[in-house]
């Protein structure tokens, strides 16, 4: 069984992703874990640490699960594409209540410095991440190429969640990827 403080951050993941930043409170973190009453305001005293310890935690699963070790040792846009349609796809199904508290973070933590900072540091090993995969398929001006299949990638990613869940993103992404493979 993963450790209590484990459950408490998974837990309060789950809740942030299925009910928003209002349902991430010590109490409901515990009753979804299936933990004593008090457990989670043992390791996180007050709100502003339980959203911190979130943040953290979030961020090390996210590095876990979309290890650089992904980058494609072929270039070209075929394997681009489907590096991109694979991550949108975690991202929109097995990891979708990640993704829905991640957003739900950025909104409620983005005007606090020192909450916000995480996040923003995690969003640059994600851009560094998406620049490799660029450079490695051969685009030649990767940090824009990147940052503009970043943002596609965020509107797909957030129309799957919110609007339609069955949305191939796939004749999308090929688009933009193939268009940027045909600048000059």
Do not use: K
Not at 26 to 39: E, M, Q, T
Not at 81 to 106: D, N, V
Request: charged share 25%; glycine share 6%.
């Amino acid at each position: 069984m993963a450790a209590t403080r484990d459950r408490a951050l998974q837990a309060g993941v789950e809740l942030l992703g299925t009910e928003g930043v209002r349902a991430l409170t010590h109490a409901r973190i515990d009753a979804h874990a299936a933990l004593p009453p008090g457990s989670t305001s043992n390791w996180f005293r007050t709100r502003r640490a339980l959203l911190a310890g979130v943040v953290d935690w979030m961020a090390e699963r996210e590095r876990a699960d979309f290890a650089p070790a992904e980058v494609a040792a072929q270039p070209g846009p075929d394997a681009l594409i489907e590096q991109i349609c694979a991550g949108i796809e975690l991202q929109t199904g097995p990891f979708a209540a990640h993704t829905r508290a991640r957003y739900a973070l950025f909104l409620e933590l983005a005007p606090d410095p020192e909450l916000g900072a995480p996040l923003r540091r995690q969003r640059l090993e994600f851009e560094r991440l998406s620049e490799r995969l660029v450079i490695a398929a051969g685009i030649a001006d990767p940090r824009p190429a990147a940052r503009a299949l970043m943002a596609l990638g965020d509107g797909l990613a957030l129309h799957r969640l919110t609007v339609d869940p069955d949305l191939d993103v796939r004749p999308v992404i090929e688009r933009a990827v193939r268009s940027l493979f045909a600048e000059p």
